[in-house]
């Protein structure tokens, strides 16, 4: 059936993907895949968000999006603004640290890209990531509409 032919080759993708990063470096490979950098990333792209959030966009339980949250304020990578109209409400984003942590963490991924693949390949692998990242979205915007 195309659908389980669809679902496997995402799969392998997927896995593909995971062994790509830790032929890299072990280290950056579990920073990539960490919860924590998904955080920062989510953070970095809406610039403030709020807890419920990043709990709907990396499809995260609450206790585990405040747990890695307190982890990263601690670790000074993002701080929390209350909300101006109702000191209930709290927003995250990043601090300088978080913002150092997430360019070197990307630095890092570039140069290995770099040094493995010829330019051919990498224009080859953004054009795929970019049609794959559209598809996704439209699926995302199908799936929220149902």
Known sequence: MLAFETSKSLVRL?????TFFKSFDPKLEREVFSLKFKILLCIQEKKQVSPTQLVESLLLAKSNVAKFCRELEN???ICSIPDENDKRVI???LTKGGEKYIFSCLANIEEVIVKKLNTQKIDVLLQSVENLNQILDISKGEVNEK
């Open 75 to 77: 670790e000074n990578k």
């Open 91 to 93: 927003y995250y984003s």
């Open 14 to 18: 997927s896995q593909k993907m995971e």
